[in-house]
């Protein structure tokens, strides 16, 4: 028979394979890092319009149930209507310009509970200049939000308590000036209000004598890390009064 004449072409794949490999890897280490962290992933085609979310994602923003897909216009219909106008500015930004924004915001269930969310966005943008793709994680971050507030709510029983404990009250730093004081201190020097104090020094307001003894009673307080005992103080008005006073040392232990 007549001989045939083949031909083709040969191509070395071996690196492109390995790259996708190591690329599924990555993905594959990510995907894990982001589950691990409990983030829901958001990736939006700002030209067509059409948006990836991941399952967390969904169910992070209250599309949980399946009946309904997020997207660009309907995402934010059960962000809380306080938080609404404020995070869509904040993704308006992010695809004005090339920065990252976050945002965080309630998600309310069904008028009845409510979710905190940290949204970490960014933008990319093509040749003319416009946004054409926005993608970020969400968290839930409602433990931590409550905490805060708790915290919050503790430190404003605390002040009122501050403020109105019927003795005198005063934290100084490690220089002697003072950082707080109550309105009781304040009246005890004379002054009529803590905020005239804030800055001053303390020992300013001790007698001559207890300022020149070898051994002032703050010096002894540093030394010791508590002080109890009888002073004499000079109020601002010049007159002296003798008090009882008690405190003790906070150290940073960093």
Do not use: C
Not at 112 to 130: D, L, N, P
Not at 188 to 207: H, K, Q, V, Y
Not at 238 to 245: A, D, N, P, Q
Request: net charge neutral.
């Amino acid at each position: 028979g007549a001989e045939l004449a083949t031909f083709g072409t040969v191509q070395d794949v071996s690196v492109r394979r390995e790259l996708m490999d190591a690329l599924r890897r990555n993905e594959q280490r990510l995907s894990l890092a982001i589950d691990a962290a409990k983030m829901g992933v958001w990736d939006a085609n700002l030209t067509t319009g059409r948006i990836r979310w991941s399952e967390r994602s969904r169910q992070l923003l209250g599309f949980e149930d399946g009946t309904q897909e997020p997207d660009v216009v309907n995402w934010s219909m059960h962000v809380h209507p306080e938080d609404r106008e404020a995070v869509r500015a904040k993704f308006v930004e992010s695809e004005a310009a090339p920065r990252d924004v976050t945002a965080e915001f309630r998600v309310t269930f069904g008028g009845k509970s409510v979710r905190w969310i940290e949204a970490h966005g960014r933008s990319e943008f093509g040749a003319a200049g416009r946004a054409v793709r926005s993608y970020g994680v969400l968290m839930d971050i409602t433990q931590r939000k409550f905490g805060q507030m708790q915290l919050l709510e503790s430190e404003a029983r605390f002040r009122t308590l501050f403020q109105y404990l019927p003795v005198a009250y005063q934290s100084l730093n490690f220089r002697g000036q003072w950082i707080d004081a109550n309105q009781k201190m304040a009246d005890l020097l004379g002054f009529s209000s803590p905020a005239e104090m804030i800055g001053r020094n303390f020992t300013d307001f001790w007698t001559e004598e207890v300022r020149s003894a070898p051994e002032t009673p703050f010096d002894k307080f540093k030394r010791n890390s508590e002080l109890n005992g009888q002073i004499e103080l000079v109020r601002k008005d010049g007159r002296k009064v003798t008090v009882m006073i008690s405190g003790r040392v906070e150290r940073n232990h960093e």
